[in-house]
């Protein structure tokens, strides 16, 4: 069973800031396409950042300008670099590996909590 670990999930105040982080073994990071996606009580999975081998980057609408996706090549690491949240962010984060043909992978899920 492939492992990928997440961290950094919590409770934050609107206008706060998080980084979740996820390690992947080293044959997965090198050749797959790593995301996050999020769930909320009562809604489906949703895409919400995602980046490729070559470094190109994809956001949902709703996080464009305050999530940042990038990579630790070195550590086998992927972070989303959460700014300026809201409430609406409130959500279980995946951290996702995907590659054509293959299924994906999956993290176990953090919490994220935005509250005042």
């Known amino acids: 069973q492939v492992q990928l670990a997440e961290s950094g999930g919590g409770l934050v105040q609107p206008g706060g800031s998080l980084r979740l982080s996820c390690i992947a073994p080293g044959w997965i990071f090198s050749i797959y396409t790593m995301g996050w996606y999020r769930q909320a009580p009562g809604k489906q999975r949703e895409l919400v950042a995602r980046i490729s081998r070559s470094g190109t980057t994809t956001y949902a609408n709703s996080v464009q300008g305050r999530f940042t996706i990038s990579t630790d090549n070195a550590n086998n690491t992927v972070y989303l670099q959460m700014n300026s949240l809201k409430p609406d962010d409130t959500a279980v984060y995946y951290c996702?590996?995907?590659?054509?043909?293959?299924?994906?992978?999956w993290g176990q899920g953090t919490q994220v909590t935005v509250s005042s």
């Open positions: 996702n590996a995907h590659k054509s043909v293959f299924p994906d992978l």
